[in-house]
DNA sequence: GCTAAATACATCGGCAATCTATGTATCAAG
DNA sequence: CTTGATACATAGATTGCCGATGTATTTAGC
């Protein structure tokens, strides 16, 4: 059970809050899920560059104390499709729970 | 957004109402979810040779009118595993949905 | 009687999502 | 001065699912 498919929405919805660089975002994804949703970067940085390319995310590459840091902030698309996502998301997990018997 | 890896779960929920032959254990999920969700089968007959290998459920061949129908029914073991991953599905539910911010 | 759709099982090839492992490099703590 | 955290990236493997295909029977429509 891992609920495979949520990686881009979770993404999307981080953004929300600021923009925030790649490792970053892990961070707050597995903080926000009191440490459930681990993703490692070899699932991470695909991840980012294919929502980049989609064009639902856009990045900056910033130079902090010689360290690299790309830096990702949601575009307009990238708003609409989460929100469309969101609303994807609940329609699944109603038909699921339907399945499995509970309240919601 | 799928939900992916939720199948054998929903396999063993309906088999909880009593044995089934794999076209009907389709049918009863795409019947409770009110058709979203509707496992092809390339993806269902696979999926209970796994669970069968696992010894969570366990078949019976049966020939009616000359049509042979393998019967699955749920095995000790496979309850428990049941019962523990649903208790796994609501622990990843409520991960994802504290990430997006939802009541639960 | 013929045909199409539903029932019923099965396997193969392929795509997508994720993980493991590996590589590079900087910074902070001990 | 070494370990762990930060930060990015890619390659190979595994898993979950789907599409296509094959076989065969039953039922409904015409």
Redesign the pocket.
């Known amino acids: 059970m891992?609920?495979?498919?949520?990686?881009?929405t979770l993404i999307l919805q981080v953004l929300l809050s600021g923009p925030a660089?790649?490792?970053?975002?892990?961070?707050d994804i597995k903080a926000r899920s009191k440490g459930v949703l681990?993703?490692?970067?070899?699932?991470?940085?695909?991840?980012?560059?294919?929502l980049e390319n989609q064009g639902l995310i856009r990045s900056e590459e910033r130079t902090?104390?010689?360290?690299?840091?790309?830096?990702y902030r949601l575009t307009d698309e990238g708003h609409k499709v989460l929100v469309a996502e969101r609303k994807e998301f609940r329609r699944m997990l109603r038909a699921v729970s339907a399945v499995l018997g509970e309240s919601s």
Chains 1, 2 share one sequence.
Not at 21 to 27: T, V
Not at 38 to 50: C, D, V
């Open positions: 891992n609920l495979k498919g949520t990686l881009p660089h790649g490792y970053r975002i892990a961070q681990e993703f490692k970067e070899g699932t991470l940085y695909p991840a980012l560059h294919e902090i104390n010689g360290r690299v840091r790309r830096e």
